[in-house]
């Protein structure tokens, strides 16, 4: 089975530019998570969807990060505009829904620089 | 919210080396708790995980007992192996509402030399 499919794997932009992440869940998962990743901060969540719905978005950092999941296979988040300080590794995430399963099933990551 | 803290590492082992990496958490009642791995340039994945207290987790040789006495989550293994070589973090959910989202420790670094 395909496990989180996460695009692009590395991208490299400059300053003030649109970055666009983008992430297909497992197949009947319903819940949705997006990660940052550094080595300052280690791995914070940023948002999470259930049923498609943004459940929490309190560690969105800021208005220049959105995210959306139109629909139960496809999810982006957008930077726009970049700045250095957001270069890390984005990380999706989804999961069956049902309290406390804790399992998690990660993608392989976006790895980003902002230059 | 519940909050969880780990040893920091690098932790260096020779191979063969038993294995502790501390876990302490902080949480309203007692909630499931997980360790997770991450191997070089991959995403994460469950290791293993404990539902209540005193319940032991276990999984490729990785043991984690749920001590609420002392809250606390420690990975071991008795005699690890270079392919072991990773970064592990401590989880628990946010909170006893949070569902699977959770709270990550700062991760451990893990390095096995032969």
């Known amino acids: 089975d395909a496990g989180v499919i996460q695009s692009p794997r590395h991208e490299v932009t400059e300053m003030g530019q649109e970055v666009t992440l983008r992430c297909k869940p497992i197949?009947?998962?319903?819940?949705l998570f997006w990660y940052r990743q550094t080595m300052m901060r280690g791995l914070e969540l940023l948002i999470y969807f259930n049923n498609n719905v943004p459940i929490d978005d309190s560690g969105m950092p800021e208005d220049r990060f959105s995210a959306k999941m139109p629909n139960a296979s496809f999810s982006t988040l957008k930077i726009q505009p970049s700045e250095p300080r957001d270069s890390a590794v984005y990380f999706c995430a989804s999961s069956l829904g049902g309290f406390n399963t804790g399992e998690l099933f990660f993608g392989e990551g976006s790895r980003l620089t902002v230059l | 919210g519940n909050s969880v803290t780990q040893m920091e590492g690098p932790v260096t082992l020779s191979e063969e080396a038993f294995l502790t990496i501390n876990c302490t958490y902080t949480a309203t009642g007692y909630p499931s708790l997980f360790w997770y791995v991450q191997y070089p340039g991959e995403g994460l994945q469950l290791l293993l995980k404990a539902t209540k207290a005193d319940d032991k987790g276990s999984n490729k040789g990785f043991e984690a007992t749920y001590r609420k006495e002392t809250t606390s989550f420690h990975l071991e293994k008795g005699s690890v192996q270079v392919s072991d070589s990773a970064v592990y973090f401590c989880?628990?959910?946010?909170?006893?509402?949070?569902?699977?989202?959770?709270?990550f420790g700062g991760g451990t670094r893990l390095m096995v030399k032969p």
């Open positions: 197949s009947g998962h319903n819940s």
């Open positions: 989880a628990l959910p946010f909170n006893n509402n949070a569902g699977n989202m959770l709270t």
